[in-house]
C-alpha cells in the first residue's frame, strides 16, 4: 500500500480537522516516540521499532478517542484499551506520561528492578493496564470478552484493541476474529499496526499474511484501511467505526517500522532486544527533534 492509496470509505468522511488539533495530537505522537527511544536506552533492552509504528495511532486514541483522564479511569463506564502487542510497552507508558496518566520518570524506568514500568504491561503493576499482555493473541481474545461484557451490562463503553502484524499468524486472532463478527460486537474496534515486519524479517518471508482486508472482511468485520501515520485518517476511522452499529470495526493501519528515526525505518533489526548507545540515542532523539536541554533531561534521569 502506498502514498496514493485510495481510502475507500473513508474517502467521504475525510472532515476537515482542526489544524490545532492536528498539531496537538502530533506534538503527543513525537513525546512519545522521544519517550520510547529513551526509555528503551534506559532499559540496555526493549523493542524500538513496533513502538515507534504505533506512535500516532496511541496519541489519537488516548488524545481523542478514548477520552480518559485522571476522573474516570476506573470508572466502570470508560471506555478501555488493550495493547494486545504487549512488547511495544514503552510507547504505552510513554503515551501514559505524554497525556498525565503516568510521571514521565516512571515511563523512562522500563524494565527497571521494582519499576511498574515492566518490559510488558502487567495488570497487577498498573491499574492503567487493562490486562496482562505480551503472549501474542491472547490480548485481542480479552477485549473481545470486555467488549461482550460490557454489552451484557448495557454500558455504553467501547473497546479499542491494538494488534501487530505477526500477531495476525497466531490462529488465536482468527478465532476470536469468528467470535467477535458472530457475536455482532459494535462496540469492538481492532487496529493492526501493519508495518509489515516481525522479529528478524518481513511479514511475507515468515508467513504472508495478505489478502489481509479481504480475510477480515471475509470473517464479517467492518474493515478498513489507512494509513496510519496520518492523523486525519486515524480519526476519520475512528469515526466511522462509532457508527458502526451492527458488527465490529478493524482499522489495518499501513505503517513504517521504526517510524521518524531514519536508521531504524523498514529494518528488521531494530525490532526488539536491541541495546541503544548513547550516540544511536542522541541521533534518534535528534532525528525527533528533540532540543538540547529536553535531550539532557531524557538521557541523564536518574
Given at each position: 500500500?502506498?502514498?496514493?492509496?485510495?481510502l475507500s470509505?473513508?474517502?467521504?468522511n475525510l472532515?476537515?480537522?482542526?489544524?490545532?488539533?492536528?498539531d496537538?495530537?502530533a506534538?503527543?505522537?513525537?513525546?512519545i516516540?522521544?519517550?520510547?527511544?529513551?526509555?528503551?536506552?534506559?532499559?540496555?533492552?526493549?523493542?524500538?521499532?513496533?513502538s515507534?509504528?504505533?506512535?500516532?495511532?496511541?496519541s489519537?486514541?488516548y488524545g481523542?478517542?478514548?477520552?480518559?483522564?485522571?476522573?474516570?479511569?476506573a470508572?466502570?463506564?470508560?471506555?478501555?484499551?488493550?495493547?494486545?502487542?504487549?512488547?511495544?510497552?514503552?510507547a504505552?507508558?510513554?503515551?501514559?506520561?505524554?497525556?498525565?496518566?503516568m510521571?514521565?520518570?516512571t515511563?523512562?524506568?522500563?524494565?527497571?528492578?521494582?519499576?511498574?514500568?515492566?518490559?510488558?504491561p502487567?495488570?497487577l503493576?498498573?491499574p492503567?493496564?487493562?490486562?496482562?499482555?505480551?503472549?501474542?493473541?491472547q490480548g485481542?481474545?480479552?477485549?473481545?470478552?470486555?467488549?461482550?461484557?460490557l454489552?451484557?451490562?448495557?454500558?455504553?463503553?467501547?473497546v479499542?484493541?491494538?494488534?501487530g502484524?505477526?500477531?495476525?499468524?497466531?490462529?488465536e486472532v482468527w478465532?476470536?476474529?469468528?467470535?467477535?463478527?458472530?457475536?455482532?460486537?459494535?462496540?469492538?474496534?481492532?487496529?493492526?499496526?501493519y508495518n509489515k515486519?516481525q522479529?528478524?524479517d518481513?511479514?511475507?518471508?515468515?508467513?504472508?499474511?495478505e489478502?489481509?482486508?479481504?480475510?477480515?472482511?471475509?470473517f464479517?468485520?467492518?474493515?478498513?484501511?489507512?494509513l496510519?501515520h496520518?492523523?486525519?485518517?486515524?480519526?476519520?476511522?475512528?469515526?466511522?467505526a462509532?457508527a458502526?452499529?451492527?458488527?465490529?470495526?478493524?482499522?489495518?493501519?499501513?505503517?513504517?517500522?521504526?517510524?521518524g528515526?531514519?536508521?531504524?525505518e523498514?529494518?528488521?533489526?531494530w525490532?526488539g532486544?536491541?541495546?541503544?548507545?548513547?550516540?544511536?540515542?542522541?541521533t534518534?532523539?535528534?532525528s525527533?527533534?528533540?532540543?538540547?536541554?529536553?535531550?539532557?533531561?531524557?538521557?541523564d534521569?536518574?
Amino acid at each position: 500500500m502506498n502514498a496514493n492509496i485510495q481510502l475507500s470509505q473513508l474517502s467521504a468522511n475525510l472532515a476537515a480537522q482542526d489544524d490545532d488539533d492536528i498539531d496537538r495530537l502530533a506534538a503527543h505522537a513525537r513525546e512519545i516516540r522521544r519517550l520510547s527511544v529513551a526509555a528503551i536506552y534506559h532499559a540496555t533492552s526493549g523493542h524500538p521499532g513496533g513502538s515507534l509504528s504505533c506512535a500516532d495511532i496511541l496519541s489519537v486514541l488516548y488524545g481523542q478517542e478514548l477520552a480518559l483522564d485522571a476522573s474516570n479511569v476506573a470508572s466502570p463506564d470508560r471506555n478501555r484499551f488493550v495493547l494486545s502487542k504487549g512488547h511495544a510497552a514503552p510507547a504505552l507508558y510513554a503515551t501514559w506520561a505524554s497525556f498525565g496518566l503516568m510521571d514521565r520518570k516512571t515511563a523512562l524506568s522500563l524494565r527497571k528492578l521494582g519499576s511498574i514500568a515492566q518490559g510488558h504491561p502487567h495488570v497487577l503493576d498498573t491499574p492503567l493496564a487493562e490486562t496482562s499482555t505480551g503472549s501474542l493473541g491472547q490480548g485481542f481474545s480479552t477485549a473481545i470478552g470486555m467488549a461482550l461484557g460490557l454489552r451484557h451490562q448495557r454500558k455504553a463503553a467501547r473497546v479499542y484493541t491494538l494488534l501487530g502484524d505477526g500477531e495476525m499468524q497466531e490462529g488465536e486472532v482468527w478465532e476470536g476474529a469468528m467470535c467477535g463478527a458472530h457475536h455482532k460486537l459494535s462496540n469492538l474496534c481492532a487496529i493492526i499496526d501493519y508495518n509489515k515486519l516481525q522479529s528478524d524479517d518481513r511479514n511475507e518471508a515468515i508467513m504472508g499474511l495478505e489478502p489481509l482486508a479481504q480475510k477480515w472482511r471475509a470473517f464479517g468485520w467492518h474493515t478498513l484501511e489507512i494509513l496510519g501515520h496520518e492523523i486525519p485518517a486515524i480519526t476519520a476511522a475512528f469515526d466511522e467505526a462509532r457508527a458502526i452499529n451492527w458488527r465490529p470495526t478493524v482499522i489495518i493501519a499501513h505503517t513504517i517500522k521504526g517510524r521518524g528515526v531514519p536508521y531504524m525505518e523498514d529494518q528488521p533489526l531494530w525490532h526488539g532486544s536491541v541495546k541503544l548507545t548513547r550516540e544511536q540515542t542522541e541521533t534518534a532523539l535528534l532525528s525527533l527533534g528533540t532540543s538540547a536541554i529536553e535531550m539532557k533531561e531524557l538521557l541523564d534521569v536518574r
